[in-house]
């Protein structure tokens, strides 16, 4: 999600609410993040910063996005949904 001269957020980093499919707020938020992850980035003339950005989002909505994950794979078959 985050390299030298690349920082992805919203739709391009797949910031999708997986049962209703919107992504505003999550853009804004992970916006917040890659700013204080380049911010930092800059000030220590390092891209090592950038590695924080992906943790901050997994620690915000890691569980959130897993559960997601496993509704979807839920949905997505016919006998549970028949039942």
């Given at each position: ?9 919203g ?23 890659a ?6 980035a800059?000030?220590?003339r ?18 959130y996005?897993t559960?997601?994950r ?14």
């Amino acid at each position: 999600m985050a390299d030298r001269g690349l920082v992805l957020i919203g739709d391009s980093a797949g910031m999708v609410n997986p049962f209703n499919g919107e992504g505003i707020s999550y853009a804004i938020e992970a916006a917040a993040f890659a700013a204080d992850a380049v911010d930092r980035a800059l000030a220590q003339r390092s891209d090592a910063p950038l590695r924080s950005y992906p943790d901050a989002v997994a620690d915000a909505w890691g569980g959130y996005y897993t559960l997601g994950r496993a509704f979807v794979a839920l949905m997505g078959n016919p006998a549970i949904m028949r039942a």
